[in-house]
């Protein structure tokens, strides 16, 4: 069946990189995505990737998708403590738009 | 990208009430979603609302206690009927951008809490 996993908890200084890794099962998967979850707050789309692309950067974030492996990467760089936040993995599969979502990786940024 | 409005952001309810959230959009849309995120846990896919079709649920959530209604490209509302404290959890709607970017962005949920 489909199912995305992550690891709960991460913690890093001000200043490092962060990287925060997402395995998954279904391979038809099309789509993958970050999503960042602020306490009390929404659902924000911080990048995807198409599941023909091994890599994709915008400005902190890298993304890397080894599809062989099923292994989906987030690394964001310099990472502030404004960073701090839930982040959820989510696949696509090729039936629709359902994404299904990892449990969450909380991000703790220290000073 | 999309800009979702949700309403109520919150509420606080009794049990066996029933509470309509309403989510509205500000581009026309094919396909919206309703997600379900329970306290400290991850999101839960309730159905997918396409205009002009009936709701499509996902395994473990029926008609009957989740009713949906899509009047138009922009709208769409989720009643959470019968409320028991189990249904305490955040609801999100979704939407895909029309095209074939992959993009798909939420709304900023409604905080239900049952009493």
């Known amino acids: 069946g489909e199912d995305v996993e992550q690891s709960l908890f991460l913690s890093v200084r001000e200043g490092d990189s962060s990287v925060i890794n997402c395995t998954y099962t279904?391979?038809?998967?099309?789509?993958l995505y970050w999503y960042k979850q602020e306490p009390g707050a929404g659902l924000q789309l911080l990048t995807y990737?198409?599941?023909?692309?091994d890599m994709k950067q915008d400005q902190r974030l890298t993304v890397l998708l080894n599809k062989k492996d099923k292994h989906l990467s987030l690394r964001i760089a310099d990472t502030q403590t404004g960073d701090s936040a839930i982040y959820f993995c989510?696949?696509?599969?090729?039936?629709?738009?359902?994404?299904?979502f990892g449990q969450g990786t909380e991000l703790s940024v220290k000073p | 990208s999309a800009v979702i409005s949700q309403k109520p952001s919150r509420d606080i309810c009794q049990r066996g009430t029933s509470l309509t959230i309403q989510c509205q959009v500000d581009s026309q849309v094919t396909m919206m979603f309703w997600y379900r995120q329970q306290p400290g846990q991850s999101l839960t896919l309730i159905a997918t609302a396409n205009q002009g079709s009936e709701a499509t649920y996902e395994s473990g959530f029926v008609i009957d206690k989740f009713p949906i209604s899509r009047p138009n490209l922009t709208f769409s509302t989720l009643t959470v009927s019968n409320m028991s404290p189990e249904d305490s959890s955040i609801y999100l709607c979704?939407?895909?951008?029309?095209?074939?970017?992959?993009?798909?962005?939420f709304g900023p949920g409604t905080r239900l809490t049952v009493l």
């Open positions: 979704s939407v895909d951008l029309e095209g074939a970017s992959g993009e798909q962005f």
């Open positions: 279904d391979s038809s998967s099309t789509y």
């Open positions: 990737i198409f599941s023909n692309m």
């Open positions: 989510a696949q696509r599969g090729n039936q629709g738009g359902k994404l299904i």
